[in-house]
T-cell receptor
Framework: ETGVTQSPTHLIKTRGQQVTLRCSSQ?????VSWYQQALGQGPQFIFQ???????GRGNFPPRFSGLQFPNYSSELNVNALELDDSALYLC???????????FGSGTRLTVV | KNEVEQSPQNLTAQEGEFITINCSYS?????LHWLQQHPGGGIVSLFM?????KKHGRLIATINIQEKHSSLHITASHPRDSAVYIC???????????WGAGTKLIIKP
């Protein structure tokens, strides 16, 4: 499978709820990064996973968590949603050691 | 000073003009990405460069590793090219993407 697929494309949740966003990476891409892009701003690094272990994290609270699976898919989980969590969430994957990422088109999350 | 700087921040041009967007970086990198984002849309990868030049349709991307500089050019610009263009550099030191702030391009008919 080629490319990176994110699901869902759009999502509306209520403050306080929990959400799981999914990313299906290209076969062989053992590194995946997640980013949050608030409206009008650049992407902010949330965390990165390599071979199912988190190996880098940005300035996000613990209610942002992730998983990476052996089939090259991954999840971003956000607990206790806040209004400020409304953003576009992007995943990007690659082979470790290679700087060339493949980007998903994003999931737009709206928290009301 | 940001590690990845883009210029200009905003660019408005007439349809048909030749467009250049610049990206300078101060860290050691192994790859640089150019990405496009339409208003309210997701991110589309245009190019990944580690050296030289790439061309796809009306888009051309170049990188000069010695000068730590990359450019994205659009020939015969069209209103549908209106979008935010972002460069992102893959840092060799922390193995992460460092994002530029983006260039908002508007092409007027």
């Amino acid at each position: 499978e080629t490319g990176v697929t994110q699901s869902p494309t759009h999502l509306i949740k209520t403050r306080g709820q929990q959400v799981t966003l999914r990313c299906s990476s290209q076969s062989g891409h053992n590194t995946v990064s997640w980013y949050q892009q608030a409206l009008g701003q650049g992407p902010q690094f949330i965390f990165q996973y390599y071979r199912e272990e988190e190996n880098g994290r940005g300035n996000f609270p613990p209610r942002f968590s992730g998983l990476q699976f052996p089939n090259y898919s991954s999840e971003l989980n956000v607990n206790a949603l806040e209004l400020d969590d409304s953003a576009l969430y992007l995943c990007a994957s690659k082979v470790a050691g290679d700087g060339g990422y493949t980007f998903g088109s994003g999931t737009r999350l709206t928290v009301v | 000073k940001n590690e990845v700087e883009q210029s200009p921040q905003n660019l408005t041009a007439q349809e048909g003009e030749f467009i250049t967007i610049n990206c300078s970086y101060s860290v050691g990198i192994s790859a640089l990405h150019w990405l496009q984002q339409h208003p309210g849309g997701g991110i589309v990868s245009l190019f990944m460069l580690s050296s030289g030049k790439k061309k796809h349709g009306r888009l051309i991307a170049t990188i000069n590793i010695q000068e730590k500089h990359s450019s994205l050019h659009i020939t015969a610009s069209h209103p549908r090219d209106s979008a935010v263009y972002i460069c992102a550099a893959y840092s060799r030191s922390n193995y992460q993407l460092i994002w530029g702030a983006g260039t908002k391009l508007i092409i007027k008919p």
